[in-house]
Protein backbone atom coordinates (compact mmCIF):
# COMPACT_ATOMS: atom_id res chain seq x y z
CA UNK A 1 0.00 0.00 0.00
CA UNK A 2 1.19 3.74 -1.06
CA UNK A 3 0.02 7.24 -0.39
CA UNK A 4 1.10 10.93 -1.68
CA UNK A 5 3.70 12.27 -0.03
CA UNK A 6 5.74 15.32 0.27
CA UNK A 7 9.32 13.93 0.72
CA UNK A 8 12.95 15.08 0.44
CA UNK A 9 15.88 12.79 -0.08
CA UNK A 10 18.11 15.18 0.37
CA UNK A 11 18.99 18.99 2.49
CA UNK A 12 18.85 21.92 0.65
CA UNK A 13 16.86 24.54 -1.42
CA UNK A 14 12.93 24.09 -1.67
CA UNK A 15 13.46 22.30 -5.10
CA UNK A 16 14.83 19.08 -2.94
CA UNK A 17 10.95 18.58 -2.24
CA UNK A 18 9.23 15.98 -4.22
CA UNK A 19 5.36 14.79 -4.37
CA UNK A 20 5.70 11.50 -4.59
CA UNK A 21 4.48 7.67 -3.70
CA UNK A 22 5.48 6.69 -0.31
CA UNK A 23 4.95 3.56 1.64
CA UNK A 24 1.52 3.54 3.84
CA UNK A 25 2.95 3.89 7.44
CA UNK A 26 1.79 1.09 9.65
CA UNK A 27 1.93 2.17 13.45
CA UNK A 28 4.06 0.66 16.26
CA UNK A 29 3.24 -0.13 19.65
CA UNK A 30 1.54 3.40 21.34
CA UNK A 31 1.47 5.00 17.92
CA UNK A 32 -1.89 5.63 15.56
CA UNK A 33 -2.03 6.20 12.30
CA UNK A 34 -3.98 9.24 11.29
CA UNK A 35 -6.06 10.27 7.97
CA UNK A 36 -4.11 13.49 7.25
CA UNK A 37 -7.08 16.40 6.92
CA UNK A 38 -4.60 19.39 7.63
CA UNK A 39 -0.45 19.70 7.40
CA UNK A 40 0.16 22.80 9.88
CA UNK A 41 3.71 24.80 7.71
CA UNK A 42 6.03 26.42 10.06
CA UNK A 43 9.11 28.69 9.49
CA UNK A 44 11.08 25.63 11.40
CA UNK A 45 10.16 23.08 8.23
CA UNK A 46 12.15 25.76 6.13
CA UNK A 47 15.14 25.45 8.66
CA UNK A 48 14.94 21.50 8.81
CA UNK A 49 15.01 20.85 4.68
CA UNK A 50 17.59 22.91 4.02
CA UNK A 51 19.78 21.72 6.97
CA UNK A 52 20.21 24.57 9.19
CA UNK A 53 18.46 23.24 12.11
CA UNK A 54 20.33 21.09 14.32
CA UNK A 55 17.17 18.29 14.02
CA UNK A 56 18.42 14.90 13.86
CA UNK A 57 16.14 13.16 10.83
CA UNK A 58 16.38 10.28 8.82
CA UNK A 59 16.22 10.78 4.64
CA UNK A 60 13.79 10.45 3.09
CA UNK A 61 12.07 12.76 5.03
CA UNK A 62 8.40 13.90 5.27
CA UNK A 63 8.51 17.49 6.67
CA UNK A 64 5.35 18.71 8.77
CA UNK A 65 5.04 18.18 12.77
CA UNK A 66 1.86 20.11 13.40
CA UNK A 67 -1.02 17.49 11.91
CA UNK A 68 -5.04 17.53 12.41
CA UNK A 69 -6.06 14.47 11.73
CA UNK A 70 -9.12 11.64 11.53
CA UNK A 71 -7.63 7.91 13.60
CA UNK A 72 -7.41 5.30 10.75
CA UNK A 73 -5.53 2.47 12.84
CA UNK A 74 -4.38 1.85 16.01
CA UNK A 75 -0.50 0.26 17.61
CA UNK A 76 -0.33 -1.99 20.13
CA UNK A 77 -1.83 -1.13 23.80
CA UNK A 78 -3.01 1.90 22.59
CA UNK A 79 -6.02 3.08 25.00
CA UNK A 80 -8.48 5.72 25.07
CA UNK A 81 -8.30 6.88 21.35
CA UNK A 82 -10.69 4.81 18.93
CA UNK A 83 -10.76 4.88 14.97
CA UNK A 84 -12.49 7.50 13.47
CA UNK A 85 -11.61 9.87 16.35
CA UNK A 86 -11.01 13.50 15.28
CA UNK A 87 -7.62 14.58 16.72
CA UNK A 88 -4.49 17.34 16.60
CA UNK A 89 -1.02 16.83 17.64
CA UNK A 90 2.42 18.71 17.28
CA UNK A 91 4.56 15.57 16.17
CA UNK A 92 8.30 14.93 16.96
CA UNK A 93 10.41 16.71 14.80
CA UNK A 94 12.37 13.93 14.22
CA UNK A 95 10.21 11.71 12.97
CA UNK A 96 8.60 11.91 9.43
CA UNK A 97 5.34 14.25 9.30
CA UNK A 98 1.89 15.27 8.46
CA UNK A 99 2.82 16.32 4.65
CA UNK A 100 1.64 13.14 3.50
CA UNK A 101 -2.46 11.42 3.15
CA UNK A 102 -1.59 9.27 6.69
CA UNK A 103 0.97 10.13 8.86
CA UNK A 104 2.23 8.69 12.10
CA UNK A 105 1.68 9.75 15.75
CA UNK A 106 2.62 8.75 19.10
CA UNK A 107 -0.95 8.73 20.87
CA UNK A 108 0.25 10.84 23.99
CA UNK A 109 0.89 14.00 21.91
CA UNK A 110 -2.68 13.76 20.78
CA UNK A 111 -6.03 15.84 21.60
CA UNK A 112 -9.37 15.64 20.58
CA UNK A 113 -9.82 18.69 17.59
CA UNK A 114 -12.18 21.44 18.39
CA UNK A 115 -15.38 21.33 16.51
CA UNK A 116 -16.01 25.05 16.46
CA UNK A 117 -13.51 24.94 13.36
CA UNK A 118 -12.75 23.26 10.30
CA UNK A 119 -10.89 19.83 10.87
CA UNK A 120 -8.25 20.82 8.35
CA UNK A 121 -7.52 24.46 9.87
CA UNK A 122 -6.70 22.92 13.47
CA UNK A 123 -3.74 22.15 11.92
CA UNK A 124 -2.89 26.05 12.66
CA UNK A 125 -2.96 25.58 16.61
CA UNK A 126 -0.72 22.88 18.22
CA UNK A 127 3.12 24.03 18.40
CA UNK A 128 2.58 27.51 17.49
CA UNK A 129 -0.14 27.95 20.21
CA UNK A 130 1.93 25.55 22.72
CA UNK A 131 5.13 27.80 22.04
CA UNK A 132 3.13 31.21 23.10
CA UNK A 133 1.39 29.11 26.09
CA UNK A 134 4.37 27.76 27.54
CA UNK A 135 6.39 31.02 26.72
CA UNK A 136 3.88 32.94 28.92
CA UNK A 137 3.05 30.78 31.73
CA UNK A 138 6.07 27.91 32.27
CA UNK A 139 8.68 30.25 31.14
CA UNK A 140 7.50 34.45 31.97
CA UNK A 141 5.28 33.14 34.92
CA UNK A 142 2.56 35.62 33.55
CA UNK A 143 -0.29 36.38 36.18
CA UNK A 144 -3.02 39.37 35.97
CA UNK A 145 -2.23 42.73 36.22
CA UNK A 146 1.27 42.35 34.76
CA UNK A 147 2.41 44.38 31.50
CA UNK A 148 3.97 42.38 29.18
CA UNK A 149 5.67 44.00 25.80
CA UNK A 150 5.78 40.83 22.95
CA UNK A 151 7.95 41.96 20.04
CA UNK A 152 6.61 40.48 16.48
CA UNK A 153 3.17 40.18 17.60
CA UNK A 154 2.00 40.18 14.00
CA UNK A 155 3.13 36.44 13.34
CA UNK A 156 1.48 33.22 14.36
CA UNK A 157 2.80 32.83 17.45
CA UNK A 158 2.38 36.12 18.68
CA UNK A 159 -1.45 36.09 17.60
CA UNK A 160 -1.65 33.52 20.33
CA UNK A 161 0.23 35.13 22.77
CA UNK A 162 -1.42 38.26 22.26
CA UNK A 163 -4.69 36.52 23.24
CA UNK A 164 -3.47 34.21 26.09
CA UNK A 165 -1.76 37.53 27.86
CA UNK A 166 -5.30 39.46 27.55
CA UNK A 167 -7.14 37.05 28.57
CA UNK A 168 -4.86 36.29 31.49
CA UNK A 169 -5.53 40.15 32.47
CA UNK A 170 -2.41 41.34 31.40
CA UNK A 171 -1.33 44.55 29.86
CA UNK A 172 -0.48 44.24 26.93
CA UNK A 173 1.71 45.87 24.19
CA UNK A 174 2.75 44.49 21.16
CA UNK A 175 4.94 45.54 18.31
CA UNK A 176 4.03 45.23 14.83
CA UNK A 177 4.08 46.58 10.94
CA UNK A 178 1.40 48.42 9.93
CA UNK A 179 0.62 44.73 7.73
CA UNK A 180 -0.47 42.77 10.71
CA UNK A 181 -1.20 46.24 13.19
CA UNK A 182 -5.08 45.68 12.48
CA UNK A 183 -4.58 42.06 13.92
CA UNK A 184 -2.36 42.51 16.60
CA UNK A 185 -5.03 44.96 17.64
CA UNK A 186 -8.01 42.86 17.07
CA UNK A 187 -6.22 39.69 19.29
CA UNK A 188 -6.70 41.79 22.28
CA UNK A 189 -3.21 44.50 22.24
CA UNK A 190 -4.00 47.32 24.46
CA UNK A 191 -1.00 48.93 22.45
CA UNK A 192 0.76 48.16 18.99
CA UNK A 193 4.02 49.65 18.06
CA UNK A 194 4.95 50.34 14.52
CA UNK A 195 8.60 49.05 14.58
CA UNK A 196 9.16 50.22 11.56
CA UNK A 197 7.59 54.07 12.29
CA UNK A 198 9.45 54.73 15.54
CA UNK A 199 11.99 52.83 17.83
CA UNK A 200 10.21 50.62 20.05
CA UNK A 201 12.62 51.55 23.01
CA UNK A 202 11.49 55.10 22.88
CA UNK A 203 7.92 54.14 22.51
CA UNK A 204 7.44 51.65 25.58
CA UNK A 205 7.40 54.70 28.49
CA UNK A 206 6.75 52.46 31.26
CA UNK A 207 8.61 49.26 32.39
CA UNK A 208 7.01 46.09 31.59
CA UNK A 209 7.44 42.70 33.65
CA UNK A 210 8.21 40.69 30.85
CA UNK A 211 9.44 40.83 27.31
CA UNK A 212 8.23 38.71 25.20
CA UNK A 213 10.41 38.41 21.82
CA UNK A 214 9.10 36.41 18.71
CA UNK A 215 11.16 38.91 16.54
CA UNK A 216 14.61 38.26 14.75
CA UNK A 217 15.79 41.44 16.47
CA UNK A 218 19.58 42.31 16.07
CA UNK A 219 22.02 41.08 19.24
CA UNK A 220 22.44 44.76 20.44
CA UNK A 221 18.61 46.15 20.06
CA UNK A 222 17.52 43.14 21.94
CA UNK A 223 20.01 43.80 24.86
CA UNK A 224 18.69 47.43 24.74
CA UNK A 225 15.14 46.73 25.02
CA UNK A 226 16.01 44.98 28.45
CA UNK A 227 16.20 48.22 30.27
CA UNK A 228 12.58 48.50 29.80
CA UNK A 229 12.20 45.41 31.83
CA UNK A 230 11.75 46.00 35.48
CA UNK A 231 14.04 44.74 38.18
CA UNK A 232 13.22 41.33 38.85
CA UNK A 233 11.36 40.93 35.84
CA UNK A 234 11.92 38.36 32.82
CA UNK A 235 12.45 38.11 29.35
CA UNK A 236 11.75 35.46 27.26
CA UNK A 237 12.69 34.56 23.14
CA UNK A 238 11.63 32.05 20.78
CA UNK A 239 15.34 32.87 18.84
CA UNK A 240 17.04 29.28 19.41
CA UNK A 241 19.62 30.39 17.06
CA UNK A 242 20.88 33.36 19.66
CA UNK A 243 20.99 33.68 23.66
CA UNK A 244 18.42 35.74 25.52
CA UNK A 245 19.95 38.67 27.33
CA UNK A 246 19.10 39.33 31.00
CA UNK A 247 20.77 42.09 33.34
CA UNK A 248 22.14 39.90 36.49
CA UNK A 249 22.65 43.49 38.04
CA UNK A 250 19.08 44.42 38.12
CA UNK A 251 18.08 40.76 38.68
CA UNK A 252 16.60 40.21 35.39
CA UNK A 253 16.74 36.68 34.08
CA UNK A 254 16.40 35.15 30.61
CA UNK A 255 14.76 31.90 29.18
CA UNK A 256 14.84 30.67 25.43
CA UNK A 257 11.94 28.85 24.98
CA UNK A 258 11.97 25.26 23.23
CA UNK A 259 8.34 24.02 22.57
CA UNK A 260 7.69 20.40 23.80
CA UNK A 261 4.38 18.57 23.02
CA UNK A 262 2.23 18.35 25.55
CA UNK A 263 -1.33 16.77 25.45
CA UNK A 264 -3.07 18.08 28.53
CA UNK A 265 -2.15 21.96 27.39
CA UNK A 266 -3.36 21.24 24.41
CA UNK A 267 -6.54 20.17 24.88
CA UNK A 268 -6.82 23.18 27.35
CA UNK A 269 -6.08 25.01 23.91
CA UNK A 270 -8.49 23.30 22.05
CA UNK A 271 -11.11 24.15 24.80
CA UNK A 272 -10.38 27.39 24.63
CA UNK A 273 -10.71 27.64 20.73
CA UNK A 274 -14.44 25.45 20.70
CA UNK A 275 -15.46 28.39 24.08
CA UNK A 276 -14.62 31.23 21.48
CA UNK A 277 -11.85 32.40 23.80
CA UNK A 278 -8.87 31.80 21.26
CA UNK A 279 -9.61 32.34 17.55
CA UNK A 280 -6.89 30.06 14.98
CA UNK A 281 -6.31 32.12 12.17
CA UNK A 282 -5.44 30.19 8.66
CA UNK A 283 -4.36 32.57 5.93
CA UNK A 284 -3.98 30.24 3.25
CA UNK A 285 -5.18 26.73 2.71
CA UNK A 286 -2.89 24.63 -0.37
CA UNK A 287 -3.32 21.56 -1.58
CA UNK A 288 -0.42 19.24 -0.34
CA UNK A 289 0.75 18.84 -3.79
CA UNK A 290 1.56 23.00 -3.88
CA UNK A 291 3.69 22.81 -0.18
CA UNK A 292 7.06 23.74 -2.51
CA UNK A 293 5.84 26.89 -3.35
CA UNK A 294 5.25 27.61 0.51
CA UNK A 295 8.77 26.74 0.82
CA UNK A 296 9.86 29.21 -1.83
CA UNK A 297 8.22 31.84 0.07
CA UNK A 298 9.07 31.30 3.44
CA UNK A 299 13.04 30.74 2.31
CA UNK A 300 12.39 34.23 0.18
CA UNK A 301 11.59 35.86 3.14
CA UNK A 302 7.60 36.76 1.90
CA UNK A 303 5.47 34.31 3.28
CA UNK A 304 2.46 36.05 5.25
CA UNK A 305 0.42 34.08 7.75
CA UNK A 306 -0.25 30.74 8.57
CA UNK A 307 -0.65 28.21 6.17
CA UNK A 308 -2.07 24.71 6.08
CA UNK A 309 -1.42 22.22 3.20
CA UNK A 310 -4.63 19.80 2.67
CA UNK A 311 -3.83 16.53 1.23
Not at 97 to 103: F, H, P, R
Given at each position: MTMKAIRFHETGGPDVLRYEEAELPVPGAGEVRLRVAGSGFNPADNGIRAGSLPIPITLPHIPGYDVSG???ALGAGVEGLAVGDEVVGFLPMTAD???????IAPAEVL??????????DAAALPSVALTARQALFDDAGLTSGQRILITGAGGAVGGYAVQLAKRAGAYVIATASPRSSATVREAGADEVIDH??????DAVAEPVDVLLNLAPLEPDEFAALVARVRDGGVVVSTTAW????DDAERNVRSVVV???SDAEQLAE?????????????VAQRVPLAELRSIHEQAAAGTLRGKVVALP
Open positions: TVDGSAAEYAARAPHSIPLATARSVLMPAPFVRLVSLVDSGDLRVD
